[in-house]
């Protein structure tokens, strides 16, 4: 079978290639997306300090360093079996909030829209964050960059470091927020507001109003009809720090809901040998195999699963999202293109919260930290990531040192509906007598870009061994002897 390999794969956080194999007329029969890097972090968290993790897994990826922050130091409260203080909550929750926000804006602007806003087609030179400022406008450009800024500014503000926080502590918050930082996160929220508005103003001027490319976003080959997975309040509202997991059908019929550790009654994990990522599933569906429709027990995590899961939980955010539903007429919506429109309705949800929040009169309370109990030895943190649900789960001892790790991310989550897609879109554009160069296979890549792949993240377990050949040789220089663990 001939063989087109692209790597590396462009415009996402990592390293991945896709391998797509023809068969003997030119069209395909396979395509694998394959996360090609290692790191390790479940095994070498192992000896640590709960207290410790928290700062540790920031490390994972210099992008998504607050939900990892965030979600380990969740983890922790339950190790020592302390429920953190109102204030403590609520700073943690502004803290994931800007961070959504800054997340956001980044993958939309850099990563996602330079394909629809400069051209699918565009020179690779040109498409990218220069192309989509030359199209939208330099000044345009330099705004989104100062409203980002003020979400950057938050997270450094109470995270004590723009890139690795350390203020997560179990049990609460290393530092309470003065009336003047209140005054200041408050203003700088509303930058964010108006760059939640801004971006989804160009999004519709730029997209939504090209009919070429509204026919894109609601193509059948950019279609997966799969499960969905996402995190709501008791009101069913989206809320990105806490509540309860619940999965639904391709339907939208309501499958389960779970909280903390009983996830491990809802999702499985699959090994392949192809990838260093494991492979999640509905559990009580059963492993079927890399297939969507009907049936299938594949799901997704993210901006789109959110807003198929639940509302937006701020009113403007919620009219977008309506609108979305409107013009797209499914729900749930199960066009792939539409993880975009979900991202950046999303950026203006997390803005409008943090508003919300640093307008709040408990935020500035001292009282950041409760009383540590007993170490119970056991520990889930579960929160909505930019790019979907985030579960951290730790066993330790009876000092509180880690003994055992598991890590599920969005992007091991959406692993195996990614490689649906790209399979879906590759048979679409790929076919006998058809000339393959650059620009036909970007039509292929767009179909990963929408899920906002981070592969730093998703590689951070080892299935398996790690191949590894050791050659011994004598004081002669002579090789003696050979050891391999594969």
Known sequence: MKKIEIEPMTRLEGHGKIAIFLDEKGNVADAFYQIVEFRGYETFLRGLPIEEVPRTVSTICGVCRAVHHTAATKASDGVYGVEPTETAKKIRELFLNAHHVEDHCAILYALGLPDFIVGIEADPAERNLVGVVKKVGADVVKQVLKKRFAAVKVLEMLGGKPIHPVAGLPGGWSKRITEDERKEIEALAKEMVELGEMTLQIFEDT???NEKMLELITADYYRVVVNYLGTVDDAGKVNYYDGTQVGIDTKGNELFRFKGKEYL??????????????????????????????GTSLYSVGPLARCNVGEMNTPKAK???????????????????AYHWARAIELLNAAERVLELAQDPEITSPDVRAELGEVTGEGVGIIEAPRGTLIHHYKTDENGIVTDANLIVATTHNHPTINIAIKKAAQHFIQENKEINDKLLNYVEIAYRPYDICQACASHALPGRYPLEVLVYNSEGELIKTIRNF
């Open 207 to 209: 997209i939504l109003k």
């Open 319 to 337: 009219e977008a999202q309506e609108k979305m539903f409107d013009v797209l007429k499914e729900r749930p919506i199960h066009y792939i293109m």
């Open 265 to 294: 009654n809802y999702i499985a994990e699959r090994v392949v040998p192809w990838s260093y990522v494991k492979m999640p599933y509905f559990k009580q569906l059963g492993w079927k195999g890399f297939v969507d429709g009907e």
